[in-house]
């Protein structure tokens, strides 16, 4: 069966400070991979997929990045925390095709203090 | 402006009781919708999907419906239970983009012994 992990679960850090999320995925190749932003009384937010090695879309313009180095693997990165960039990150892969569902990893709480 | 609105924001409920949850959406056209359940602190595990065909589809004690006409779906909970507490979220896959799902914000539901 396939399963994501996804870490660190809960994380403080500076303003200022570097950031790195990673997320893998198991029992599966080749996924589509997704990062969002979930806020409170909001939906979720696309920041990035990915459907390959390499291969990074963005959808918001923002201080973060990510990268995929492997193909079950993907980090969400940033050079210089902002206090905007508190939420909750959720990672998620998926199948190719409009049908198949969304596998959500168990997030990250991120503060910036 | 969100294309995915969700009604109401937030319900309690007593233990055994139903409940009907609503999203209405602008997504056209579309592929699919689908309702996720999302825990306290974890990521969203999907309940049901239904394409634009569908009318209704059936999970447990979880039933949607779809009326594509009027671009509404519910979520009915039958006999509910205390592990039913959890934020649901409607989610629309446009047609030909399964990238960019779009979110409803949730409706946080609260079953009391």
Request: proline share 5%; charged share 15%; aromatic share 8%.
């Amino acid at each position: 069966s396939q399963t994501i992990h996804q870490w660190p679960a809960t994380l403080v850090q500076p303003v200022g400070s570097p950031l790195s999320l990673e997320c893998t995925v198991e029992g599966t190749s080749n996924p589509n991979l997704y990062w969002y932003r979930q806020a409170a009384g909001r939906g979720l937010q696309l920041l990035f997929y990915s459907v390959g090695i390499g291969q990074i879309s963005s959808e918001v313009p923002q201080n973060l990045s990510a990268s995929r180095p492997q193909d079950r693997q993907f980090i969400l990165s940033s050079k210089k925390l902002l206090l905007s960039d508190s939420g909750f990150y959720l990672c998620a892969w998926k199948r190719q095709g409009a049908n198949s569902p969304l596998h959500f990893g168990n997030g990250t709480r991120l503060t910036v203090t | 402006k969100n294309q995915v609105e969700q009604s109401p924001q937030s319900l309690i409920i007593l233990e055994g009781k139903n409940c009907t949850l609503q999203c209405n959406y602008t997504v056209s056209p579309f592929s699919n919708l689908r309702w996720y359940k999302q825990d306290t602190g974890r990521g969203p595990v999907s309940l049901t999907i239904m394409t634009f065909s569908e009318n209704t589809k059936s999970n447990g004690r979880y039933t949607a419906t779809l009326d594509a006409d009027t671009k509404q779906s519910s979520l009915h909970i039958t006999a509910s239970q205390l592990s039913d507490s959890a934020s649901y979220i409607c989610v629309v896959t446009p047609l030909g983009n399964d990238y960019k799902l779009s979110f409803g914000a949730g409706t946080t539901v609260t079953v009391r012994a």
